[in-house]
């Protein structure tokens, strides 16, 4: 079964606690702090292995997690850095964030690795926070936190050439005639129901990657018939061979012309891609009598072919090639020819406030704001130094100001995270 889209979230770990020790053996009844800092967390990473083609591992497995750093010891022992977790996925995989649509990554090469989730670093522990004014540190670091993202992973095939036409016009007995992918063939619509590769020899050496992609039907781009679940693997195809069919099933220019809306609506410049305009069934009854109408309609001349006879095989392999040695590769839908990087934007990337400060329900209120929340998690407010460090960081971004504009009255609740404190003013 292939599956080329799914959807999962990966989560790597949290770093390890700083620990708060002091030094306490028989020999040294006072010794001064020891706590070690904790262990890295786990990071998730996505690697690109030829040998898979498809996304069927992922039917079932929709999380990815990563372990947690070990937190710190006595005796300046540091916790341990969990393992990381390495995914294997096809080469061809597109990774996005679900939330905005930035691609993250293109797996095109085998062994390429993209690290998807970073690992939170460890907390230091007291013993780092010993100096000559301040010997006795009861402080330590809370491990960082580490991220949870959901992302789209996506399948683009990596072929040089697509064939592309509406159901039953000949490209799975072509692709079969030109290289050994056996694919089936029948007489009924959408017989093919997956993109099947195959690599084409030419007599000069020469060879591409050809795919054979599902019949488009009216309509594809918006998710009818096979419609866009097998238009996305067109977008890494240079060079487009358009089979038209001249077995009188339907009017040629008007079926030319549909499938090329459909590219054209899709997006991802498929309509810009050169193309073959192949005339296939050229060995049926009147095929030359419309190939000649429809060469009159397209003004230019299309190719004939019959991969009954073989007739025109060599002339369209030939051309094709010659395409591909002089078309760029194209940037896949959503990623620019800068490989993806954003235009900075003074309005849209504009900075978020530091923080905000709301009344959840009558004389309590909470502090949240990604920034702010970032740095409490790191404050370890066990202790009653921590607490004042703590203190210390809300008073330095002017959250007393603030609440106190915002209505705060003395004896009020205050929250951030987990921890609660009383306002005074």
Not at 306 to 327: F, N, P, R, V, Y
Not at 361 to 371: A, L, T, V
Request: charged letters at 25%; a negative charge.
């Amino acid at each position: 079964m292939l599956i080329d889209r799914c959807i999962v979230e990966v989560r790597s770990g949290k770093g390890g606690d700083g620990a708060i020790s002091f030094l306490r053996d028989r020999n040294t009844q006072l010794g001064g702090p020891d706590g070690g800092n904790g262990g890295k967390g786990g990071s998730v990473f996505f690697l690109a292995k030829a040998n898979l083609n498809t996304l069927y591992n992922f039917r079932h497995s929709r999380v990815i997690m990563a372990g947690e750093g070990e937190n710190g010891h006595g005796q300046n022992m540091y916790g341990h850095g969990a393992a990381d977790v390495i995914v294997e996925v096809p080469v061809g995989t597109v990774v996005s964030v679900e939330a905005t649509g930035d691609i993250l990554a293109d797996l095109k090469i085998e062994g390429q690795t993209v690290e998807v989730a970073k690992g939170g670093r460890g907390g230091r522990g007291n013993a780092c926070f010993k100096s000559s004014r301040h010997r006795i540190p009861k402080i330590a670091e809370n491990g960082h936190p580490g991220e949870r993202k959901r992302l789209i992973l996506e399948l683009k095939m990596l072929a040089d050439a697509g064939l592309i036409g509406f159901p039953n016009v000949g490209k799975s007995t072509f692709l079969n005639v030109v290289t050994k992918a056996n694919v089936p063939t029948a007489d009924y619509p959408f017989t093919t129901v997956v993109p099947n590769l195959g690599v084409c020899y030419l007599q000069d050496g020469r060879s591409f990657v050809l795919a054979d992609m599902p019949g488009l039907i009216k309509g594809a781009h918006e998710g009818k018939g096979l419609g866009i679940q097998f238009l996305r693997h067109i977008e890494r195809c240079r060079v487009l061979l358009h089979l038209v069919a001249m077995n009188g099933e339907r009017e040629p220019f008007e079926e030319y012309q549909t499938i090329n809306e459909e590219l054209k609506d899709y997006g991802a410049d498929l309509d810009q891609r050169p193309q073959v305009v192949v005339a296939s069934f050229m060995d049926s009854e009147g095929a030359p009598g419309r190939k000649a109408a429809f060469d009159k309609a397209l003004g230019f001349e299309s190719l004939p072919l019959s991969s009954l006879t073989h007739l025109g095989i060599d002339a369209i392999l030939a051309k094709t090639m010659d395409l591909l040695e002089k078309t760029p590769v194209f940037p896949l839908k959503g990623m620019g020819q800068e490989g993806g990087m954003k235009i900075y934007d003074a309005h849209k990337n504009a900075p978020e406030r530091a923080y905000e400060i709301r009344e959840e329900r009558k004389g309590y209120w909470r502090i949240s704001g990604q920034q702010v929340e970032a740095t409490y998690a790191l404050i370890n407010v066990s202790t009653d130094e921590g607490i004042q460090k703590l203190i210390r960081f809300l008073d330095k971004i002017g959250v007393d100001d603030r609440l106190h504009d915002s209505g705060a009255k003395n004896g009020d609740t205050v929250a951030i995270g987990d921890f609660e404190f009383e306002y005074t003013q």
